[in-house]
């Protein structure tokens, strides 16, 4: 079936894409969903954009989302990208200015697992808009996003920052989307946009079903044939496609006799027909088949032969063969036809061969060495093992997406890691790193994993850091309160080892403030501990370490004066402790510090001189 005549009844959206791609070329970009049902010709239609613009000197830049991506950072964007950040990786030009904010991206390093920043994601984001912004600086360009509801999180999410900011720059952005898949919300937003044009395509009408029925089976039709072929398809020119692959092998005449046969077939057909396809092809071919089904779209012919279990070039000649059959596309490398070609041979697979299989993949792509994050792909479809090599990877590639702005898909790996059931010693880390990660996300379950964290955790510093971000956790859900006590508690135990330890947990380093003032403190709540110790309640220092309603607020409330020499001591309490307990970085970051000089708390003043001066008089009702 020759892409023109997929293409019927397609003027009208080939004409808006033209009118874009030419509006761009002189600054005015903007971005285009085409939105449809699988099969309906959504690529085809990407691809002649594509032949246009580059017939008008347009750069392509082309990616195509995977379901087995999904939680790759950035993957999309990197697919796009990556070839033209190589190719002049010589000149330097594309991360000139703002820019280099983007470069850890196609940077590949394996990195230490660190704290990564509160705007990391924004400095991303930021980062990538001036990388398009120098790339266009050379002429105009076309982004083009194949299956972008399988697009991951963040891809998507950089290309709604990217929407508004498309005029002005001789920039197209196309993409196609499948209705009712992936995440759902954030496309709407994107479609919503007032930049976002929405293409939506429309079944094929009869007229052009009879074309379509003509041009492949070499012959006139009727017209009853051809509308049960509409009835059956529902119009869909890839089920088309497969249903008179079908007619034209089982040697259907075209006549109206044939309609109610037609009919028969079902709307499975697709299915149907690639399986028995695959059954009349060799053992190897079906082998390979399902294995690229579970590598995915790309995969190399080493890791295909390894998986499948065949020579290479016994491999390449079923590649061929299942390309002449119309499983795969007659290209070089292997791809499939459709991803609903796909879909048909991964669901044929049982759930259990297809979970041993993924973990299968794991090893195979970790043997011929590739990406971290392509074996963690694998391993999140695979069953759990109790495996501490693969909650070690997991990890790295989690603090890896965190180093790149991507906490939802560090989430995703650090869930997939408990899964394993680590080792005590490690539960610890992992709970405390997906409760991090949860809390930059907002997520509600944040708190859960930190208190298990808190609970799991032996080594003071790691304790105290896993404490903290329990409270950050506890006070954005409303609960001031229990945050106060949670830190009290830890305190207790740490301040007789480690007094410096102890103070840095008096520290505040809320990343974001409460919007509704605690619960007045109840007078007398001191415990009986603090009271011998001389110290105040929680509920007395807590009302100057968390303001009431923002921190200007706190800081007009409660300004306790230290002295000079207090000043110094606390400094070098900061000092020391950055130095020596490398787990408490995300305390000493310089966002915190600057949030936390004007709501110091008088007691953590007190702990570091023996002298205090007490503050001026407070708005605060005295405890």
């Not at 027909?273 to 080493?302: F, I, K, Q, W």
């Not at 880390?429 to 997906?434: G, N």
Request: charged letters at 25%.
């Amino acid at each position: 079936m020759s892409e023109q005549r997929t293409l019927l009844e397609r003027e009208r959206e080939l004409g808006v894409l033209a009118n874009v791609i030419a509006e761009a070329r002189e600054g005015r970009g903007q971005l285009v969903l085409v939105r449809a049902p699988a099969g309906l010709g959504k690529t085809t239609l990407l691809n002649a954009a594509a032949q246009t613009a580059g017939g008008a000197g347009v750069l392509c830049l082309r990616a195509r989302a995977s379901e087995l991506e999904g939680d790759f950072a950035y993957g999309c964007v990197r697919q796009l990208l990556e070839p033209i950040v190589v190719q002049q990786s010589g000149s330097g030009d594309l991360f000139d200015g703002a820019a280099a904010l983007a470069k850890p991206l196609f940077e590949p390093t394996r990195v230490a697992r660190r704290p990564a920043s509160a705007d990391s994601a924004f400095s991303m984001l930021h980062g990538l808009y001036w990388l398009l912004n120098n790339l266009v600086a050379g002429g105009p360009a076309l982004l083009s996003v194949d299956d972008l509801h399988w697009s991951d999180a963040e891809s998507l999410q950089f290309l709604s920052y990217l929407a508004p900011r498309l005029d002005g720059l001789p920039l197209t952005v196309l993409a196609s989307v499948r209705i009712g898949e992936g995440d759902t919300a954030e496309l709407a937003r994107l479609a919503a946009a007032p930049e976002t044009t929405v293409l939506a395509l429309k079944p094929l009408s009869l007229e052009a079903t009879a074309a379509l029925c003509e041009d492949r089976l070499g012959r006139d039709v009727a017209v009853e044939f051809a509308a049960a072929c509409r009835e059956v398809t529902g119009g869909n020119p890839f089920l088309l496609g497969a249903l008179l692959r079908e007619a034209s092998e089982q040697r259907l005449s075209a006549d109206a006799r044939e309609a109610p046969r037609v009919k028969r077939m079902g709307p499975a057909v697709v299915a149907q027909s690639v399986l028995l396809r695959l059954s009349g092809t060799p053992p190897s071919a079906t082998a390979l088949v399902r294995a690229l089904a579970v590598l995915g779209d790309g995969a190399r012919l080493g890791e295909l032969a390894s998986l499948a279990e065949v020579e290479e070039d016994d491999a390449a000649r079923a590649g061929d063969l299942l390309a002449r059959v119309g499983i795969l596309k007659p290209i070089e490398g292997f791809d499939f036809a459709h991803p609903i070609v796909r879909e048909a041979v991964y669901g044929d697979i049982g759930p259990r061969a297809r979970g041993e299989t993924h973990a299968r993949a794991a090893e195979v792509l970790s043997a011929s060495g590739a990406s971290e994050e392509r074996i963690a792909a694998q391993l999140s479809e695979a069953p759990p093992a109790g495996d501490a090599e693969r909650v070690e990877l997991l990890r790295r590639v989690a603090a890896l997406a965190l180093v790149r702005g991507a906490p939802t898909a560090a989430v995703a790996y650090l869930r997939r890691a408990l899964a394993e059931s680590p080792s005590p010693a490690d539960a610890g880390e992992v709970q405390l790193e997906l409760g991090s990660a949860e809390l930059r996300l907002v997520m509600p379950e944040a708190a859960d994993h930190l208190a298990a964290a808190v609970e799991l955790l032996q080594e003071p510093a790691r304790r105290a850091t896993a404490v903290r971000e329990l409270a950050n956790a506890l006070t954005r859900s409303g609960d001031s309160d229990r945050a106060v006590e949670v830190i009290e508690s830890a305190i207790e135990v740490v301040e007789p080892h480690d007094r410096e330890l102890a103070l840095l947990l008096e520290l505040p380093s809320m990343p974001s403030w409460p919007t509704s003032r605690p619960a007045l403190p109840r007078r007398g709540g001191c415990s009986d501990s603090a009271a011998s110790k001389g110290r105040p309640p929680a509920s007395a220092w807590s009302w100057r370490a968390l303001p009431s309603s923002a921190p200007g607020q706190a800081s007009r409330q409660a300004k306790p004066r230290p002295t000079s020499s207090a000043r110094s001591r606390a400094a070098g309490c900061w000092a020391s402790r950055s130095t020596t307990s490398p787990g408490l970085s995300t305390c000493l970051s310089s966002d915190c510090s600057t949030r936390t000089r004007s709501i110091w708390p008088t007691r953590a003043w007190s702990r570091c001189s023996p002298t205090p001066r007490p503050g001026p008089r407070s708005r605060h009702r005295r405890l």
